[in-house]
Nanobody, 123 residues
Framework: QVQLVESGGGLVQAGDSLRLSCAGSGRSFSMYGMGWFRRAPGKEREFVATISWSGGTTYYADSVKARFTISRDNAKNTVFLQMNSLKPEDTAVYYC????????????????WGQGTQVTVSS
């Protein structure tokens, strides 16, 4: 079993950057594909980015491509989401998730979820 805890959210202005972290428990963390998802007020949860267990494969939603970067440090059981050039439409609760099936854009493939961290971008 994997427990996930996100951190790094906050209130920033448009154009600023934030780095989210997701700390995972368990010795098998490196076996999981990891993903970041977000839920904006009044909207459904949506895919943001995913990374394979080795970190060799990444995939992004079109809305964040070239602005966000997902990475992982398996030695520290941590996944990161570097967010640059933030926009007000990036405002959401951001969740990390772990999938034994590997990296995926589909939230149904994920087995474990964190509690989320709030990101608010003012204009």
């Amino acid at each position: 079993q994997v427990q996930l805890v996100e951190s790094g959210g906050g209130l920033v202005q448009a154009g600023d950057s934030l780095r989210l972290s997701c700390a995972g428990s368990g010795r098998s963390f490196s076996m999981y594909g990891m993903g970041w998802f977000r839920r904006a007020p009044g909207k459904e949860r949506e895919f943001v980015a995913t990374i394979s267990w080795s970190g060799g494969t990444t995939y992004y939603a079109d809305s964040v491509k070239a602005r966000f970067t997902i990475s992982r440090d398996n030695a520290k059981n941590t996944v990161f989401l570097q967010m640059n050039s933030l926009k007000p439409e990036d405002t959401a609760v951001y969740y990390c998730a772990a999938s034994i099936r590997g990296s995926s854009w589909d939230d149904r493939m994920y087995d474990y979820w964190g509690q989320g961290t709030q990101v608010t971008v003012s204009s």
